[in-house]
């Protein structure tokens, strides 16, 4: 089965649709998100431990090139150009729609739960608990370092998902459950519910930035909350940063690393999870410390608890270990799209030649993108 999607929807418009007949697609976890940056750039949710990326399922799409040129791409149609924009689409063109695979969806247990700020040692501790269980179903849970609807009061919270009944989605999390929670809105819901829950994390109308890290398995749980405990200080010392947030996404990633590395453009194919920050605040006086703070922060995680640059050498491993969905800052191109940057180059003289779609994550020159 298939859905088929203009560039201008929304998550949320897609969810719906496809919630009316039993079904879903890969989206984001939030669902007020554009669909195409969204998917060009990779595309993680809560389906992803069961289906793979936004790309993966992707089909089909119509993309419309800066010298007006309309192209249908898929792996029968313009091959080259399929590739590309799984990954790198913003570089290439205006994908004016999508045709992605829909899958069955039972309901899913899932929901939100909070807990005080001295629970997160036990929140990390069940994470390599369930991490070290077998998982081919793809349960998962995302967790949200930082404060609570008072904006002042630390929190850590928790979304889990789990594919089946609420008494064995019980059981699988009742580590989780263990741990004493403050607030427990967990249910049996559609997956287009769950994706509503993160939705008040990233509302709009507010200064935001967000930056991408990433923890390897087990998880070493110390500089973890030491890194906690540095980024909850950062934003109590400065007013009107309560809406901050640090996020995990303990998202099974064997389905992403099915897919070979240069299957794609995709280049952030690799065994360790997606850790983000999201800083937001309404002074402008703090952009540019907030911005050096996020830099150092995402480092910080990458060096102590993931998956980095600097240890071995991801250019010539692999994964580069960056969402670059995620990612604010213009990175370099071999830090964006590490052992497929080659490749990208030459289809990129052939697409656009000109360098038309040069923002942001650059592919065209051997430094970060212009804007």
Known sequence: MTVEFGGGCLWEDVDTALERHGLATVGGVVNHTGVGGLTLGGGHGFLTPRHGLTIDNLLKAEIVLAD?????ASDDTNQDLFWAIRGAGAQFGVVTRFVSRAHRQDKVWSGTLAYPADKLPDL????????ERPNPDGHCFALGIGF?????????????LFHGSEEDAKQCFSGLLEIKATANNT????????????????????????GSGN??????????????ETFWEFCESRDGMGKSVLAIEFFPTDKIREVPQDATAYANRGDYYDAMTSFAWENPAYDSE??????????RIRETNGY???????????????????????ISPKDAWGVN???????????????????????AEDTAGTG
């Open 68 to 72: 007006g040129t309309i192209f249908e």
């Open 124 to 131: 990390l501790r069940f994470a390599n608990v369930l991490y």
């Open 148 to 160: 609570g609807p008072d904006e002042t009061s630390r929190v850590v919270s928790a979304i889990p």
């Open 187 to 210: 249910e049996m819901m559609t997956t287009a519910k769950t994706n509503t829950l993160l939705n008040s994390v990233m509302d709009h109308g507010i200064r935001r930035l967000m």
């Open 215 to 228: 923890i390897t398995m087990p998880l070493n749980i110390e500089p973890m909350l030491q890194t906690a």
């Open 290 to 299: 907030i911005r050096q703070f996020n830099r150092s922060l995402c480092k």
């Open 308 to 330: 980095s640059a600097t240890a071995g050498g991801h250019w010539s491993k692999g994964p580069v270990g960056v969402y670059i969905n995620i990612e604010a800052d213009s």
């Open 341 to 363: 940057l080659h490749r990208l180059r030459e289809l990129k003289k052939k697409f656009d030649p000109n360098n038309v779609f040069n923002k942001w994550h650059g592919i």
